[in-house]
């Protein structure tokens, strides 16, 4: 069993950057593919990144290419997403998910477990 406990969110300019952050209890984070969703009001929810359990590949959304970035610490048993660049079509509640695997993956379905969120607002 795994919980996931995201932080970070906030309200920022659109240009701006925030850095979420992803706390996982359970023993065995280490061997978690990690994940990174949002959702915005009205809207389905949708993969952003993700991450294998050795950090060594990593998947992202098209329109996030270039401007977040993924990462883990397995010590901390914690993921990051790395935000640049903000724009206010990103917006959303944002998700962090574990995933009972090596490899990143992208749809909702592959993953087991799953955080509240937290909220992400971009003025422009």
Same mark, same amino acid.
């Not at 300019?13 to 952050?21: F, K, M, P, V």
């Not at 280490?30 to 990593?58: D, L």
């Not at 990462?71 to 660049?85: C, E, F, I, P, W």
């Given at each position: &069993? /795994?919980?996931? @406990?995201?932080?970070?969110?906030? %309200?920022?300019?659109?240009?701006?950057?925030?850095?979420?952050?992803?706390?996982?209890?359970?023993? !065995?984070?280490?061997?978690?593919?990690?994940? $990174?969703?949002?959702?915005?009001?009205?809207?389905? *929810?949708?993969?952003?990144?993700?991450?294998? $359990?050795?950090?060594?590949?990593?998947?992202?959304?098209?329109?996030?290419?270039?401007?977040? !970035?993924?990462?883990?610490?397995?010590?901390?048993?914690? @993921?990051?997403? &790395?935000?640049?660049? %903000?724009?206010?079509?990103?917006?959303? /509640? +944002?998700?962090?998910?574990? *995933?009972?695997?090596?490899?990143?993956?992208?749809?909702?379905?592959?993953?087991? +477990? $799953?955080?509240?969120? !937290?909220? /992400?607002?971009?003025?422009?």
């Amino acid at each position: &069993q /795994v919980q996931l @406990v995201e932080s970070g969110g906030g %309200l920022v300019q659109a240009g701006g950057s925030l850095r979420l952050s992803c706390a996982a209890s359970g023993r !065995t984070f280490s061997v978690y593919a990690m994940g $990174w969703f949002r959702q915005a009001p009205g809207k389905e *929810r949708e993969f952003v990144a993700a991450i294998s $359990w050795t950090a060594g590949s990593t998947r992202y959304t098209d329109s996030v290419k270039g401007r977040f !970035t993924i990462s883990r610490d397995n010590a901390k048993k914690t @993921v990051y997403l &790395q935000m640049n660049g %903000l724009k206010p079509e990103d917006t959303a /509640v +944002y998700y962090c998910a574990a *995933r009972r695997a090596i490899l990143p993956a992208a749809t909702i379905r592959e993953y087991d +477990y $799953w955080g509240q969120g !937290t909220q /992400v607002a971009v003025s422009s």
